[in-house]
Structures are given as C-alpha cells and as structure tokens.
C-alpha cells in the first residue's frame, strides 16, 4: 500500500512549517536535480504541473522539446533533516519526468528502471530486493573549503580514533540516515587512508536506487559540517584500494519469498538462482560501461586491490565478480562486485535486472562456480575455464555495449544513443589529454 495520498503530503507539509520542497529527478549520468518551489505551489506540484527546461540536463532532449513535467511519487516524501533550517523546513518529492503530452518520458532513468521492473513482474516475479555497500573517500579542505586530495586519515580497514580521524564525521552521516529513516547496519573504515564504508538495509529495487542518492546527498553535506570534502570517485589515488558499490541482489517471489534460496541444493542454490548469475555473467562485459561509467571506473578494477576483474562466481572467493555470501535462507543473495558508486544506479539495476531475467527466461548454460585464484591464473587459462576479462577501459567497455542486443532494449532508443554519445566524448577528451606521468618519461627524450 501507498504510505503517503496528496491529502497526507499537504497535512505534513503544514503541520511541520515546511516552507520549501525540492522536487528531485536523476539525470543520464547519475547527478542529481531538483526544482525548488515554495510551499505555496506543493498542491500545484502533486498534481504534476510543474514544469521544466528539459533541453538544459543531460541526456535529456534537444531546445525544440524542451518542456518536460515533474510527477511526483508521494512515497518518496521526506523532510530533510540535513539541510539549513534557518528559513524554514525543507522537504523533497522524487519524481518521475512526463512528456507535455502526459507520458512517461522515455529517457528518465527512473523510468527505465520501472520498464524492467514491470517485465521482472510479468513474469511471476514481485521484489528484486538491493542492498547497496557504497564507499567513498573523506578529503581535508584548504582555507576557501576547496577540496584538496589529502585524506583526512591515515586509518586501514575498521580502524579507530584517533587513527580514525573521520571516525565522528562517519558516525555524524549515520545519525542523519537514521533520521531519514534508513536502517543502517555498519559503519566503518575500509582499508585506504580517508576510506569509509556506510552499510543501510535493502529495499526493492527502485526504493534502493532512490535510497542510494539520497545517501549520498547526506554524505556530502555532513562532510562539509565537519570541514571535509566526500568523494565517490572510484579511483583517487593509484595503489590503494578504491571505492565500489557492491550490490546484493535477491529476487522475491509474489508472497515476498526469498526464490534464490534452496534447501535441497548443495550450496542451498536455486535453479533460478544460478540462470540468474549466468544471466548476469553473460552481459556483464557489455554493462559495464553503465556500471563501471567514467575512465576513471576501469584503474579500479585491476588486480591487487581486492576488485574484480574477471566475470566469473564463487561462493567462497573474493576474487569473482559475483560472490554468494555464506548466509542462507531469506538472506540468500548474490553480491555484485564490480559496480561502483558514480553508476547512475536506475541505469544500473536496469541492465543488471534484464540481464538476469534473461538468464532465467532462456536456455542459457549454467555457469559452474569457481574456486581457483583467478589472479593466480594465466589469461589462457582462464579463457580455457570461460573466465573473460572485464574492459580494461571506457572505450572498450562501449565497444561491449554496443554489442548486445539486450543493452539497446533495455536502455532504450533514447538514452542508448545519447549515453554512448556522452562516453564516446569523454573517452576522446581523456585519450587526448597530456599526462603528468607523460611529460615525466618522455619529456627528456
């Protein structure tokens, strides 16, 4: 059942002296956007006619289209306890984007997720539950609160003040989600200098894509209280661990049964289970130019710093792309390695999806687990196993997503075109660029 009707929205919005509602959307690339409207026009916006400049956002349309409506899901209504109260209470609204004609526009990520969603339910299925483990890196500030790329620490993994040195502002972002409602698990050091991890309890796909930004909204702003500048970016520094966002994934049935989970199995595997990490194994070269979206993604997954590399799955090495975690029964999943937090996560969980299902609708052959250490491994034998590599960089990981079918239909026309087209431009921005590691070697020549 909805938690929220538009009769709920305008009691809260009153009873709690909202004064501003920002009315958030998610663009191509992952950044989020929002109109601010005062409270006077809430009514206006949850009946959907608040409108927007679509030809300014990326991946959006071209100027001669450029009025788009924001329709708000009222489940997604939230007071924000993080942002300045001096003028008044701030609340948000995600919302979904329509054409003026009163249709979902097509290139909205939010509602390229929902398109997956409603064939994962055609097919008999209810929940894919997500439990998102974003990391991100803690950064002193100068004296203008500029960003500088010194960490704020110098702890390791699930170290402690005063080694910890963000340890308050990490503990500071966890109290905030939890006055946002989230359920958070853990909270800890990872293991470079200035890395932390924030762990907060799954929810159905698009709750969890939803959750995750607004995580980390949170995570910046309270950074910024305390001094410091949080980044997502995967890779900051070259041999070190970087930041991931490893993603569990279990699907539900319509009762809400964990359907991964097998008594029977040896390892307590579905059927369904195993066509799903096939499925997903199968496309994972192609996703990854979503999942995996900058030049910077791919200096994470090299060898060496516990990053997968390789397309394969195990439930008991930490090398392969996809690891079952030791737990069963309802807390049955598969964990995805190699996604790492710049992913717009709609965009994400929609070819993850589509690639499972395709698994499990299909006579796909089942891939076997693998127990080697891959890295110990030759790349011939690997490929004599069926281990491929992932890309080793952005342009070939859009020449991989070019090559599948499934990619284009799940993306769809719109956005499949206009994001290849944005990655295309970074990746000759990047390859034309002269390097402070070029002009060291070669300078001299």
Excluded at 74 to 94: C, H, M, N, P, Q
Excluded at 316 to 328: C, E, G, Q, T
Aim: hydrophobic share 40%.
């Amino acid at each position: 059942m909805p938690k929220y009707a538009k009769k709920d929205i305008l009691r809260i919005a009153e009873v709690e002296d909202v004064r501003y509602v920002r009315l958030q959307f998610t663009d191509m690339l992952g950044t989020i956007k929002a109109v601010e409207i005062p409270s006077s026009k809430l009514e206006d916006a949850l009946n959907g006619k608040i409108m927007f400049d679509g030809s300014s956002i990326e991946g959006f349309v071209r100027i001669k289209e450029a009025d788009m409506y924001l329709k708000p899901d009222f489940d997604t209504w939230l007071i924000l306890s993080f942002e300045d109260l001096s003028y008044g209470k701030v609340a948000r609204l995600i919302c979904d984007v329509y054409t003026p004609y009163g249709k979902p526009f097509p290139g909205d990520p939010r509602y390229i997720l929902k398109k997956a969603v409603k064939k994962m339910n055609e097919m008999g299925f209810g929940t894919l539950n997500i439990g998102f483990e974003p990391e991100f890196f803690l950064f002193k500030t100068d004296d203008k609160g500029e960003p500088t790329i010194i960490p704020n620490d110098a702890g390791g993994y699930f170290d402690m003040a005063p080694i910890d040195g963000a340890e308050y502002a990490r503990r500071d972002i966890a109290l905030e989600l939890e006055r946002l409602g989230f359920v958070v698990s853990t909270s800890h050091h990872e293991v470079a200098a200035g890395q932390h991890e924030i762990n907060f309890r799954f929810a159905d796909v698009v709750s969890a894509c939803d959750n995750v930004q607004t995580f980390k909204q949170v995570v910046k702003v309270v950074a910024r209280r305390h001094k410091l500048f949080a980044t997502f970016m995967p890779k900051p520094f070259a041999k070190v661990n970087g930041s991931g966002m490893h993603t569990n994934m279990s699907l539900a049935d319509l009762d809400g049964n964990n359907i991964f989970f097998d008594e029977n199995d040896p390892m307590k595997l579905s059927l369904t289970a195993r066509k799903w990490i096939s499925g997903v194994l199968k496309h994972a070269r192609s996703f990854a130019a979503i999942t995996n979206p900058t030049v910077n993604s791919y200096k994470r997954l090299i060898p060496g710093y516990e990053a997968p590399c390789y397309a394969c799955w195990s439930d008991a090495n930490r090398s392969a792309l996809i690891r079952i975690p030791a737990v069963r029964g309802e807390g049955t999943r598969a964990e995805l390695r190699n996604v790492d937090p710049t992913a717009n996560p709609y965009l994400a969980l929609s070819v993850i999806l589509m690639s499972g299902l395709d698994g499990i609708s299909s006579d796909i052959e089942l891939v076997p687990p693998v127990y080697d250490n891959i890295f110990s491994l030759t790349r011939e034998q690997r490929e004599e196993k069926g281990i491929l590599n992932l890309p080793e960089n952005l342009k070939d990981a859009i020449k991989e997503l070019k090559s599948d079918p499934l990619m284009l239909e799940t993306l769809g026309d719109h956005t499949y075109n206009k994001y290849i087209y944005a990655k295309e431009l970074e990746w000759d921005d990047y390859r034309t660029l002269i390097t402070d590691w070029e002009l060291k070697r070669y300078l001299k020549s």
